[in-house]
């Protein structure tokens, strides 16, 4: 079973530009969270989709966005980068909802953002 | 507002090591917690999840357990080897309006040398 993928892999990018990253979950898989980790910061939520519904969302402006398509793959945007929107962007997936008793997340391999 | 800590942030130990990593948080209020392995660079592994309910969950070398009424998890490390040499993260997946935010400690960096 494949399991979460993430392209790109690597963007750079410059200030005042937008990006568009996307999250394929493994298969069957309704639920896709997006994550950014900094070295500063650590891991932040940013927001979870359920069934092409986002279910909750972090403390994030709002040039963050994100949506769900009806297969279940996940795209993310960022418009108007700045410097401090260089991060590593994780997407998670899993079965059902996070609010679930059990309910194990798995990640994919992450975007590398560089915003210059 | 959860918060998680884990401790220590690094740890260096000799292979064959048993080893202990400790996290722990501030609201018992959870429906899980996940031990996860992040390598250089890269995404995040699963490692274990606990319900709520239990209280431990064991795979190969490791085995994590959890105390909800003290905020606690420590994952257990068994006979260490250079393979296991990565960055070690907890995280909790809070109940009430919180639910789906899953969040994490800062990490435990673990080194494991010949």
């Known amino acids: 079973k494949a399991g979460v993928t993430q392209t790109p892999r690597y963007l750079i990018k410059t200030r005042g530009q937008q990006v568009t990253l996307s999250c394929s979950p493994i298969?069957?898989?309704?639920?896709v969270s997006w994550y950014q980790q900094t070295p500063g910061q650590g891991l932040q939520f940013l927001f979870e989709?359920?069934?092409?519904?986002?279910?909750n969302k972090g403390n994030f402006p709002g040039r963050f966005s994100g949506r769900q398509f009806s297969n279940s793959r996940s795209e993310m945007n960022v418009s108007t980068l700045e410097l401090g929107d260089s991060a590593l962007y994780l997407c998670?997936?899993?079965?059902?909802?996070?609010?679930?008793?059990?309910?194990?997340?798995?990640f994919g391999p992450g975007t590398r953002l560089t915003v210059l | 507002k959860q918060e998680v800590t884990q401790i220590p942030a690094a740890l260096s130990v000799p292979e064959g090591e048993n080893l202990v990593l400790n996290c722990s948080f501030t609201?018992?209020?959870?429906?899980?917690l996940q031990w996860f392995r992040q390598d250089p660079g890269k995404g995040l592994t699963s490692l274990l999840l606990?319900?709520?309910?239990?209280r431990e969950q064991t795979s190969g070398r490791l085995n994590a357990s959890l105390d909800k009424s003290s905020g606690r998890s420590t994952l257990y490390i068994a006979a260490s080897q250079p393979g296991d040499s990565a960055t070690y993260l907890c995280?909790?997946?809070?109940?009430?309006?919180?639910?789906?935010?899953?969040?994490f400690g800062q990490g435990t960096i673990l080194t494991v040398h010949p």
């Open positions: 998670a997936s899993s079965l059902a909802p996070s609010d679930r008793p059990g309910n194990e997340q798995f």
């Open positions: 298969s069957g898989h309704r639920s």
């Open positions: 989709y359920f069934s092409e519904t986002q279910r």
């Open positions: 609201d018992s209020a959870i429906y899980n």
């Open positions: 606990i319900q709520s309910s239990q």
């Open positions: 995280a909790v997946l809070p109940g009430g309006t919180s639910y789906g935010k899953l969040t």
